[in-house]
Every structure is written in structure tokens, then in C-alpha cells.
């Protein structure tokens, strides 16, 4: 509160405390005539005169978070001459600003005797953008940059130095994923909702990530891995990649853990082996874990909202995609369960502004692990989730028969909608899934090709 005062001090505004959260400005006339300010005014003679205050109020989310909240107010008085001659000498002299005590701060915030209209109070945008640049100036122009690029009225950045030849190798066979590029470019936060425990998912994220390293454009990604193995996993993607270190990392809890449902998967570790192999050929690529393994259910949510927003706010130079279980990142409160909060709503009501996207995928298998009678983690066949009540017939038709790859299947692609719905702003498109359980020996000792299909290896192309 003490630095929003003082940045409406700067701006010439007079400030009274009006509360534990909440700041006024007394009423300032806007337009004291010229008869009214002199001093040979008729008796009978009355202005017509428009007042304006500001309310600025601290909103709390949480213990942690808070919104700013900036209301300008108008109101109109009929004045007699008596009362504007007062106005005036209140506006030259500061009189009747003391808000020191009850009675001086009512007296600094009332309106003269003498009025015809019931004080109104809007949104500001001017002055909330104003404050904001002055409280938190790196969001601000993460915000002014996005919203350059989104008019088309972004400059040419400086021409980069020729990427290093290791770098021209690694990118090569990126993935062409349609509808990805508007993302990276504004410098988005983005939310991959992802179906658990397949191939693919992992894929289309090192897609992107190839993608971005071969437009020179430095991204970060967030990991649905606990962030306690943060230091493991940075340990790995500066090592060489040699058995000895693949196994070191391995053997680390986040792999070890009892309950395999599909996070900790073989494709999540060859993704970190492909980020890892375009670190050193000289990608800038930023890599954490989000989850928190000390919590369950919404407690965890909100923990790993905690654990982005803190990234996010060290990475707003550049895109941010996080991937994510899709109940994790809808935007929508209790779509999971009456009163529930999803990570994507908390980071939404953080000020973050999520794009969040929901997987769509064909028929296949998961790694998953189930709660009923002779259950347990394994493969488990899964139906298509094609988004039917967004996307017609003859568009789907279409972007599952472009550019088809008869290696691997069908092309992936992102899709905004028109419209955010049911917490999810589009999808990404990855075409069928097939299962990815957790590494196994083999792969801790280096021999992932006897354990992986070829399109889990590192550096391999997925499904286009």
C-alpha cells in the first residue's frame, strides 16, 4: 500500500488512507467557473460543477496474492456562490485534507453541501495500467510486448549470429506443428492438458521446444515432475548424456517412486534427453519440475501453481508451456468437483493470463493406474477424445489427412477457439496414442533401444 501511495503522490494526487486496503483522493473540481472563482459574484448566482475522486482498493486472493482494484468517481453539484468560493480555497490551500482523526478524513472525502448527482465510481484502466507499471515494471512490458505482437505491430528483432552448426544438426527434423508459432512468438504461458502416460504428449512438448530452438527463440518448460528433483534434473541436462549419468539420474526418487501412473515415463525422460542434446548444441532452454510430492488433491494444486508462477515470473522474456494432467489445467472453477480449484484457475486469478490447451488424440493405449477390483498400472486400451463440439466434421477430416507421415501418422497441430470453454481456450492435436510405462533397467544402464519403440528415441521424429 505504502508504494501505491507513493506512486499517486508522483502523479499529483492527494492520498488519504481510508482503510487497512484501501486508498481515497478527496473530490477535486474539475470545472470551478471563472464567475464563480471571482469576487464579484451575484448571491443568487449558482455553477454547475463536476467533482472527481479516486478509490484504490487491495483485493486478497490468497495469503500470498492480491489484485489492485482502481475506481475513478464523478459526481455533479449545484453550488452556491458561498459553497464554490470554498472548493476554490479548499483546491489552492489543501484545507480540509487533515485525515488525521474521524472527522477529518469524513470532512477530506465529502462532497460540498449542494449535490445533485449520487457519486458514480468506474473501472480506470489508465491508472490501474499506470500503477501496475509502476509496481511491477518486467510484467508490464511482458504485457505491452504481447499485445505489440498480437496488433502486427512487433519490430524486426536484431539479426542473431548464424546458429552454431551442432545447433543447424539438432533442429533439423523438428516437427512443422501448425498454429504453435503465434504462441511462441507473444510469449505466452501455456498450458499443455495432457492425457498421462503416452508417447506422444512428451513428444509434441520436445516438438515445440525444437521448434522454438530453431527460430533462435529462448522457451521455457514446466514438468509435471516433483520440483524436489530440480537439482537431479539440472544435474542431468549439463552432464554428458553417458550411460553412467543417464543411470545416476534414473535412480533418483522421481523415477523410483512406488505409484507409476504415467508422469515418470520413458517418453517424459527422452524428452529431457532431447532438450538436454539441443542444450549442447546451443539452444537456450529452461527446464523445471512443478509438481510437489508432499501434497495430494487441491493443496497440491495450488502448490504447483505457486511453483509456476515463480518460474513464470523469472522466464517472462520468453514462452512458458507447461505440461500438465488436463484436469490440472482447465481455467474453470469446480469442473472437476463442486468447489474445486484447478491449477489453471489459480493461475488465471494470479494474473498470469494461461492460454491452456486440452489434448485431442485417437484410439490407442496408456500407461495408467487404476483403483478398481485387480487393477493397478500397466497398458489400458483408451478411446479417441476427438473436440466434436468444437470442430466440424470436414475441419478434423482435414487436419488428420494434411500433410500425413506414413511413418509415424498423423500431423499434430494446435487450434485456438473462438471463445475459452469449459476452462479450455483450443487443443493440441497429436494423433494416436500408444503407451509409455516407467524406465526400466535397461534403461538406466544405457540400453534404451531394447526397450523403446523407435519413435521414444531421443532426437527421433514423433507423430506429425
Not at 68 to 96: D, F, H, K, M, Y
Not at 132 to 153: D, H, I, M, R
Amino acid at each position: 500500500m505504502d508504494r501505491v501511495t507513493r506512486v499517486l503522490l508522483e502523479r499529483g494526487l492527494k492520498v488519504v488512507r481510508s482503510g487497512p486496503d484501501s486508498l481515497r483522493t478527496p473530490w477535486v473540481a474539475l470545472n470551478v467557473p471563472r464567475t464563480v472563482a471571482g469576487s464579484n459574484i451575484s448571491e443568487e448566482t449558482t455553477a454547475l460543477v463536476l467533482f472527481e475522486s479516486y478509490r484504490v482498493k487491495i483485493l486478497d486472493i490468497d495469503e500470498n496474492h492480491h489484485r489492485l482494484r482502481v475506481e475513478r468517481g464523478t459526481a455533479t453539484s449545484l453550488l452556491s456562490p458561498e459553497n464554490a468560493r470554498s472548493v476554490v480555497v479548499r483546491q489552492a490551500t489543501g484545507q480540509g485534507e487533515d485525515s488525521s482523526g474521524s472527522g477529518g478524513l469524513a470532512s477530506s472525502l465529502a462532497l460540498p453541501s449542494g449535490t445533485t448527482t449520487a457519486p458514480e465510481f468506474v473501472p480506470d484502466a489508465e491508472l490501474e495500467w499506470a500503477l501496475v507499471q509502476a509496481l511491477e515494471p518486467t510484467a508490464a512490458a511482458a504485457l505491452a510486448y504481447e499485445e505489440t505482437v498480437v496488433n502486427g505491430g512487433v519490430e524486426a528483432p536484431p539479426p542473431l549470429p548464424p546458429p552454431p552448426p551442432p545447433l543447424v544438426e539438432a533442429v533439423r527434423a523438428c516437427l512443422d506443428i501448425p498454429g504453435v508459432d503465434p504462441l511462441l512468438a507473444t510469449r505466452r504461458l501455456v498450458l499443455l492438458g495432457e492425457l498421462q502416460g503416452t508417447q506422444q504428449a512428451p513428444q509434441f512438448l520436445g516438438g515445440i521446444a525444437c521448434r522454438a530452438a530453431a527460430q533462435r527463440i529462448p522457451v521455457a518448460l514446466g514438468l509435471e515432475l516433483p520440483h524436489q528433483g530440480n537439482a537431479a534434473l539440472e544435474a542431468y541436462l549439463a552432464s554428458a548424456g553417458a550411460a553412467r549419468d543417464r543411470r545416476a539420474y534414473l535412480e533418483t526418487e522421481t523415477w523410483q517412486r512406488d505409484w507409476q501412473d504415467g508422469r515418470s515415463s520413458m517418453a517424459m525422460f527422452a524428452l529431457i534427453e532431447q532438450v538436454r542434446a539441443l542444450r549442447k548444441a546451443g539452444a537456450d532452454i529452461l527446464v523445471a519440475g512443478i509438481d510437489d510430492r508432499a501434497w495430494l488433491g487441491e493443496v497440491r494444486d495450488r502448490a504447483m501453481a505457486e511453483n509456476i508462477e515463480s518460474m513464470r515470473r523469472r522466464t517472462l522474456d520468453r514462452p512458458m508451456l507447461v505440461l500438465m494432467g488436463n484436469l490440472h489445467a482447465s481455467t474453470e472453477l469446480g469442473n472437476v468437483a463442486p468447489g474445486y480449484v484447478p491449477l489453471g484457475a489459480r493461475l488465471e486469478s494470479f494474473g498470469l493470463r494461461p492460454v491452456s490447451l486440452v489434448m485431442a488424440y485417437d484410439k490407442g493405449t496408456i500407461w495408467s493406474c487404476t483403483h478398481t477390483e485387480g487393477g493397478g498400472c500397466g497398458v489400458h486400451a483408451v478411446p479417441g477424445w476427438p473436440p466434436g463440439d468444437r470442430m466440424s466434421e470436414e475441419e478434423r477430416v482435414t487436419a488428420r489427412t494434411i500433410g500425413w507421415d506414413p511413418w509415424f501418422g498423423r500431423r499434430s497441430f494446435v487450434r485456438l477457439w473462438k471463445a475459452r470453454t469449459k476452462g479450455f481456450d483450443g487443443v493440441f492435436y497429436v494423433g494416436p496414442v500408444t503407451a509409455s510405462g516407467p524406465p526400466d533397467r535397461d534403461a538406466a544402464a544405457g540400453h534404451e533401444s531394447d526397450r523403446r519403440a523407435p519413435s521414444e528415441l531421443p532426437g527421433a521424429r514423433g507423430p506429425r
